[in-house]
């Protein structure tokens, strides 16, 4: 049977380096206020000094000071990924700082979770259904693999490891062992990068057996609750799908329960379907994106339309006002297809990725970087605004850590190939081999859909660049050395270009860019006769700040004028610098109705000009209405 392991491997953030007017800001937005800003909340609410294990703290807690460890973690990640193409002493004296009081806290056997050590001691691993000391450890291990490669360093290394040998020792298939895993996927795909970064298969082994086990019968949650002296069935959400334990995850035919979880699961499912060269784990990757790209995903590339499960709900719910859509969704969504994209380049993965991180996944960040959506509606009327925290804040530290690694995505490489995904004025140093290879575009993309690439190698070197074709793009020009080339994309929608590389040998790509309205399925009934505006990767929106004392949803568009009359307007000055979308729509009148609450007549409509932005930069202004499924009549 032929092997189903990954032919790519991406390009690590450290070797590219951002010199556009998009990424690049955000980057130094994110190195010098949103870190310090949740290095500070984090100060505030104890998190740090938490690991000092001196706190008092009522027993039976608030969940969110269960997994309080993991916002650490999180943000010495984010900080050790800014050092890491950024040294700045200062915050290696803080990440040092927090690291020396995480390893000062760990117990003798190897446990570390602060507030199993002071609050609840008799408690530990007796509840891994709901109390998250698995996911704080993954998120440790995170943090630790990450400033081991940032700093070389490897202390907190070697503590996260010992936490890991003692979870080894303490589950497993094994006679003495427990049986269990974690209500909240995380520790398994950390795992898999504790295995990368030190070598020991132990780390692989049981993140291999955590999602084996998860869902197995007898149900490991049931017996645990009656251990405990409780009733399984009253477990408060109702249901295993909410921590993605009702079935194992190869009987899964669709994507349920709480986003987050679903997608940190599906992500270690990715990584254990290359690491073992097991097809029916990469099946079921398939089988679900299939339902999940097809049937739940909002425009936006949020993910979760519900408050009530922080999840999923049923196939075509996507409303808009009340999308739940967490910031921490998407994300783990384009953790997922950058998983999922590397087995054979196929584009549609990294165009669900691109979806996600320039919109959905780029709204839960104001522009000056310290205020934070954690859900992310495609409506508001007025009534939602970025807050500096949460009281539970698992968002910001995963932006910062997103964002500070955000070069991750853009390239890969294989035994004779280079892949770009993802487009930006940028620097890249790749190896083929032992061959260097520099990458060099020149684009104003996001704006513009032109894309110059310029080629550094050594010495001659011949391997294929396959450049994707974005699913946006429906016609593009390609040209090597001034020479067109009339290439159709491959099966996998890149283009594939062939060449003995030379310095100095440039491709030219234009991706036409036009302005697009997208309508939803019409089984999305809450889309119903709504139009969407996309340009290249952009999604838009309207906002109250352009359209003043008017009802957004009162605001009609003409389908055929959006693609032919709409215009794009690149503002330097607004919004960080945005190009934005001027046009006609109408104007549902209001006059005239007398206090009617019904007539027999249609109202009347005027002219109204419209200016739409990118969603992923809305209030950054004015607090205020924002709508990106505009009524068609
Ligand atoms: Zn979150």
Same mark, same amino acid.
């Given at each position: 049977?032929?092997?189903?392991? =990954?032919?790519?491997?991406?390009?690590?953030?450290?070797?590219?380096?951002?010199?556009?007017?998009?990424?690049?800001?955000?980057?130094?937005?994110?190195?010098?206020?949103? $870190?310090?800003?949740?290095?500070?909340?984090?100060?505030?609410?104890?998190?740090?000094?938490?690991?000092?294990?001196?706190?008092?703290?009522?027993?039976?807690?608030?969940?969110?000071?269960?997994?309080?460890?993991?916002?650490?973690?999180?943000? &010495?990640?984010?900080?050790?990924?800014?050092?890491?193409?950024?040294?700045?002493?200062?915050?290696?004296?803080?990440?040092?700082?927090?690291?020396?009081?995480?390893?000062?806290?760990?117990?003798?056997?190897?446990?570390?979770?602060?507030?199993? $050590?002071?609050?609840?001691?008799?408690?530990?691993?007796?509840?891994?259904?709901?109390?998250?000391?698995?996911?704080?450890?993954?998120?440790?291990? /995170?943090?630790?693999?990450?400033?081991?490669?940032?700093?070389?360093?490897?202390?907190?290394?070697?503590?996260?490891?010992?936490?890991?040998?003692?979870?080894?020792?303490?589950?497993?298939?094994?006679?003495?062992?427990?049986?269990?895993?974690?209500?909240?996927?995380?520790?398994?795909?950390?795992?898999?990068?504790?295995?990368?970064?030190?070598?020991?298969?132990?780390?692989?082994?049981?993140?291999?057996?955590?999602?084996?086990?998860?869902?197995?019968?007898?149900?490991?949650?049931?017996?645990?609750?009656?251990?405990?002296?409780?009733?399984?069935?009253?477990?408060?959400?109702?249901?295993?799908?909410?921590?993605?334990?009702?079935?194992?995850?190869?009987? %899964?035919?669709?994507?349920?329960?709480?986003?987050?979880?679903?997608?940190?699961?599906?992500?270690?499912?990715?990584?254990?379907?290359? /690491?073992?060269?097991?097809?029916?784990?990469?099946?079921?990757?398939?089988?679900?994106? +299939?339902?999940?790209?097809?049937?739940?995903?909002?425009?936006?590339?949020?993910?979760?339309?519900? =408050?009530?499960?922080?999840?999923?709900?049923?196939?075509?719910?996507?409303?808009?006002?009340?999308?739940?859509?967490?910031?921490?969704?998407?994300?783990?969504?384009?953790?997922?297809?950058?998983?999922?994209?590397?087995?054979?380049?196929?584009?549609?993965?990294?165009?669900?990725?691109? =979806?996600?991180?320039?919109?959905?996944?780029?709204?839960?960040?104001?522009? /000056?970087?310290?205020?934070?959506?954690?859900?992310?509606?495609?409506?508001?009327?007025?009534?939602?605004?970025?807050?500096?925290?949460?009281?539970?804040?698992?968002?910001?530290?995963?932006?910062?850590?997103?964002?500070?690694?955000?070069?991750?995505?853009?390239?890969?490489?294989?035994?004779?190939?280079?892949?770009?995904?993802?487009?930006?004025?940028?620097?890249?140093?790749?190896?083929?081999?032992?061959?260097?290879?520099?990458?060099? %575009?020149?684009? %104003?993309?996001?704006?513009?859909?032109?894309?110059?690439?310029?080629?550094?190698?050594?010495?001659?070197?011949?391997?294929?660049?396959? &450049?994707?074709?974005?699913?946006?793009?429906?016609?593009?020009?390609?040209?090597?050395?001034?020479?067109?080339?009339?290439?159709?994309?491959?099966?996998?929608?890149?283009?594939?270009?062939?060449?003995?590389?030379?310095?100095?040998?440039?491709?030219?790509?234009?991706?036409?860019?036009? &302005?697009?309205?997208?309508?939803?399925?019409?089984?999305?009934?809450?889309?119903?006769?709504?139009?969407?505006?996309?340009?290249?990767?952009?999604?838009?929106?309207?906002?109250?700040?352009?359209?003043?004392? $008017?009802?957004?949803?009162?605001?009609?568009? +003409?389908? /055929?004028?959006?693609? =032919?009359?709409?215009?794009?307007?690149?503002?330097?000055?607004?919004?960080?610098?945005?190009?934005?979308?001027?046009?006609?729509?109408?104007? &549902?009148?209001?006059?005239?109705?007398?206090?009617?609450?019904?007539?027999?007549?249609?109202?009347?409509?005027?002219?109204?000009?419209?200016?739409?932005?990118?969603?992923?930069?809305?209030?950054?202004?004015?607090?205020?209405?924002?709508?990106?499924?505009?009524?068609?009549?």
């Amino acid at each position: 049977m032929d092997s189903i392991k =990954r032919q790519l491997t991406p390009v690590p953030f450290t070797q590219v380096h951002f010199k556009d007017d998009f990424w690049q800001p955000r980057l130094e937005v994110n190195r010098t206020a949103t $870190i310090p800003h949740i290095y500070r909340k984090l100060e505030e609410t104890g998190r740090i000094s938490a690991f000092d294990l001196k706190f008092e703290r009522e027993v039976p807690s608030p969940i969110v000071f269960i997994f309080g460890d993991s916002d650490p973690a999180k943000w &010495i990640e984010a900080a050790s990924y800014s050092l890491a193409t950024h040294p700045d002493p200062e915050l290696q004296g803080l990440v040092d700082r927090v690291a020396d009081k995480i390893i000062h806290a760990q117990q003798p056997d190897g446990y570390l979770n602060t507030h199993y $050590i002071v609050a609840q001691p008799d408690m530990k691993w007796k509840n891994l259904r709901d109390w998250h000391e698995m996911y704080c450890a993954g998120h440790l291990m /995170e943090g630790a693999v990450a400033h081991f490669q940032a700093t070389g360093d490897s202390k907190l290394l070697e503590a996260l490891s010992r936490y890991a040998d003692h979870i080894d020792d303490t589950f497993g298939p094994q006679p003495g062992k427990k049986r269990g895993y974690c209500g909240h996927p995380e520790v398994e795909l950390a795992l898999v990068r504790l295995y990368h970064a030190t070598g020991n298969q132990r780390y692989l082994n049981l993140a291999k057996y955590f999602v084996d086990e998860r869902g197995a019968q007898p149900h490991y949650y049931d017996q645990e609750a009656r251990a405990r002296g409780d009733d399984p069935a009253k477990f408060w959400a109702r249901t295993y799908e909410y921590c993605q334990a009702q079935v194992p995850v190869r009987q %899964q035919e669709k994507v349920v329960g709480h986003a987050v979880r679903a997608m940190y699961l599906l992500s270690a499912v990715a990584d254990l379907a290359h /690491e073992f060269d097991d097809p029916t784990l990469l099946e079921t990757c398939n089988r679900l994106w +299939d339902n999940l790209i097809t049937k739940r995903m909002y425009f936006t590339g949020g993910i979760g339309p519900s =408050r009530h499960n922080e999840g999923f709900t049923m196939d075509y719910d996507l409303p808009d006002e009340t999308a739940y859509a967490e910031t921490c969704a998407t994300i783990g969504l384009v953790m997922w297809n950058h998983r999922l994209l590397q087995f054979s380049g196929e584009s549609r993965f990294a165009d669900v990725l691109e =979806r996600g991180l320039y919109n959905g996944f780029l709204s839960g960040v104001s522009l /000056e970087g310290t205020h934070f959506l954690y859900e992310n509606p495609l409506s508001s009327a007025g009534d939602r605004h970025r807050e500096e925290w949460f009281y539970c804040p698992c968002c910001p530290p995963n932006v910062a850590r997103i964002i500070a690694s955000v070069g991750n995505y853009f390239y890969s490489t294989g035994t004779s190939d280079v892949w770009v995904h993802l487009f930006a004025e940028s620097e890249a140093s790749l190896r083929i081999g032992d061959q260097a290879v520099k990458i060099t %575009q020149s684009t %104003q993309y996001p704006w513009n859909g032109a894309v110059t690439f310029q080629v550094e190698v050594d010495q001659p070197l011949t391997f294929i660049l396959h &450049i994707r074709l974005p699913e946006w793009c429906e016609n593009y020009q390609l040209s090597l050395n001034g020479t067109a080339l009339n290439l159709k994309p491959e099966s996998n929608g890149y283009l594939a270009i062939p060449h003995t590389w030379k310095s100095g040998d440039a491709v030219s790509y234009a991706m036409d860019m036009p &302005i697009r309205g997208v309508w939803a399925n019409p089984a999305v009934r809450q889309l119903e006769g709504r139009l969407a505006i996309q340009r290249g990767p952009l999604v838009y929106c309207l906002e109250g700040a352009d359209h003043h004392a $008017i009802i957004l949803d009162r605001i009609a568009v +003409d389908p /055929e004028q959006v693609g =032919r009359d709409f215009i794009v307007d690149f503002q330097p000055g607004l919004l960080g610098g945005v190009a934005v979308i001027h046009g006609q729509g109408a104007l &549902i009148d209001d006059r005239g109705w007398d206090n009617k609450l019904y007539r027999s007549s249609a109202p009347a409509r005027t002219e109204i000009a419209i200016t739409a932005v990118p969603y992923c930069v809305w209030d950054n202004r004015q607090p205020g209405e924002m709508r990106v499924w505009l009524r068609t009549a």
